[in-house]
């Protein structure tokens, strides 16, 4: 009896070395954004506000290069030359960083140090998208539908279990770990990372000859014929006289060049991306709880019983909250809420993420204004505002990236992910230039500030969201009416 062609064809060995190579890479990346923060402080001796402007370049970095990488892996070397290469510069990154922080001297590690996080920023972020695609690559849609979906879960399980264990053993090794005659162990934290991507290296690329490649697609990349016809739109704008002018500025588009198809699809783009405008802000104040946050942490009372917590075991607790929060919403919150049609649409789920963010940073000015009137509050005091920003995260987040795939036109949803991750660079750039140019004094004074900026934000997200879903309700309406009239014409 002959196994049908699903089960003849589960891609086992495949995906176990793509999901095995991902824990190392995903354990790499978490591990040193761990110890990142008290290293720039404490062994780089630089300043609070110096070490948040470089956590944030690095993390704009991270979310900036996922476009750079998988434009170059879809139009020229492949996704899996692309996780190969620089797979290979990440370990270098990792083993230059440990490099530095061995060194007794100041200057050189730090520019050492600038050069590790440049590289690891490159890679990591290069990487990010061609991994997850080229494991679903493996897979043979439609027959194996439900096996992709399956691959999907595994692989966002695999990456949490790194995250978690990651986040606890690297502050231990640094803490409790001493060489070169330092209480600290950075070297070993960092040369442990260097090696995992070594180890993510080796069982990545052992099952070349195993995995289907898909070769790069010839022709224009989408993104660049987007920009292309945006850019010949607002030219002819400027310089040409159109009779009657056209209803929206896209339309000035050479048709030559561009099909009325695909302007529309650019339209409909575009009212997309006005609800990006309100991102930005978010992650500005997002990822700030591996920033300050951690650094509000380690100026508290930190004892429980005989045990220290580490400042860092916070990031922990996030990734903890995470898993659990996760399945607990899809399976429970959302379906009991729908019952009475609340949180079943994207923006309105983005929203409330927007709000708990919100409530997160009250709960930290708080904190703030308590220790800067010194008040030694417990670091636990900090949990509320890390269950806040957990749910932020799993409200805002998940929905977004549901938003920016489902609402997107078929052909530019490539386009949307990829200025979905831009956001994150974005906001981590406004978090940069708040803090480089000194706009409000660090403490209490600037989460103050953001936790106000988050709730002007929150009224444009609303605003946003409310119209585009009347100028949903709007284009329905259009397209039911012209359906009814060509029914009508169709039978008289």
Known sequence: MSSSPQQAKVPVR?????????????????????????????????????????????????????????????????????????????????????????????????????????????????????????????????????????????????????????????????????CYGRDSCYPLAFGLSGVLMILSFILFFVGNRLYIHKRPVSGENVIISVFRCIFNSIYNRITTTVRPKPSHFIDYADRDRFTEDFKSEVKAMLKVLVIFIAYPIFWALFDQKASSWIYLAKSMDRKVYDMEVLPEYMLLINSILLVLCIPLFEMVIYPLFAKCNLLTKPLERMIWGAITLWLAFVAASIIFVYIEQGVQLHVLWLLPQYFFVTLAEVLFSVAGIEFAYTDAPESMKSVIQAIWLLTSTVGNFVFIFITKTGLVRIGANESIFYTILMFFNIVLLVYLSNRYAKSKERAAQRYSAVAMEETALNNP
């Not at 230059?96 to 730090?110: F, M, V």
């Open 14 to 178: 495949q995906v176990s070395l793509i999901i095995s190579a991902q824990f190392c890479e995903r354990f790499c990346y978490y591990s040193m954004k761990a110890i990142l923060p008290l290293f720039l402080l404490n062994h780089l001796r630089y300043s609070e506000q110096e070490s948040k402007v470089i956590i944030h370049t690095y993390m704009m970095f991270v979310y900036f290069f996922p476009i750079i990488g998988s434009f170059l892996a879809d139009n020229w070397f492949g996704k899996f030359n692309i996780i190969v290469y620089l797979s290979l510069l990440y370990s270098a990154g990792n083993f230059l960083l440990a490099t530095a922080s061995g060194l007794s001297e100041i200057d050189l590690p730090k520019l050492l140090a600038q050069i590790a996080l440049f590289m690891i920023a490159f890679a990591a972020g290069s990487i990010k998208p061609c991994s997850v695609a080229f494991g679903g690559d493996q897979y043979i849609v439609p027959e194996q539908e439900l096996l992709l979906k399956r691959y999907f879960s595994i692989y966002y399980f695999m990456s949490s279990t790194a995250s978690f264990s990651s986040t606890f053993l690297s502050p231990n090794l640094v803490k409790y770990v001493s």
